[in-house]
Nanobody, 129 residues
Framework: QVQLVESGGDSVQSGGSLTLSCVVSVYPYSYSMAWFRQAPGKEREGVAGIYVTHGVTDYADSVKGRFFISQDNDKKTLYLQIDSLSAEDTAMYFC???????????????????????WGQGTQVTVSS
């Protein structure tokens, strides 16, 4: 059983930055990891994914250039750095994990929440203008 615990959410001013963390109970090397978010009244959105063995990352178009996903296997921790925050970034942020699978499959499906088996409890990010 994989357990994920997020932290780092906060209330911040527009234009600020945050780094979210997700501690994983197992070495993440065997898993594909991603960050999702869900704002009130909106569908869950995959914002950043990482395929660890290839060192490849991908992002939703809405966050490219502002969100940066990284992973520290020694610390068993996934990170999401968020720059230039705006009110549109206000949401609950979740990290998720699934068995690694092939790179080709990951490239097509990293943002699909239904493909992930393990989820954290979420951490709230609130951005005020």
């Amino acid at each position: 059983q994989v357990q994920l615990v997020e932290s780092g959410g906060d209330s911040v001013q527009s234009g600020g930055s945050l780094t979210l963390s997700c501690v994983v109970s197992v070495y993440p090397y065997s898993y594909s990891m991603a960050w999702f978010r869900q704002a009130p009244g909106k569908e869950r959105e995959g914002v950043a994914g990482i395929y660890v063995t290839h060192g490849v990352t991908d992002y939703a178009d809405s966050v490219k250039g502002r969100f940066f996903i990284s992973q520290d296997n020694d610390k068993k921790t996934l990170y999401l750095q968020i720059d230039s925050l705006s009110a549109e970034d206000t949401a609950m942020y979740f990290c998720a994990a699934r068995e690694r699978g092939s790179y080709a499959d990951w490239a097509l499906s990293w943002a699909l929440g239904d493909r992930y088996n393990y989820w954290g409890q979420g951490t709230q990010v609130t951005v005020s203008s």
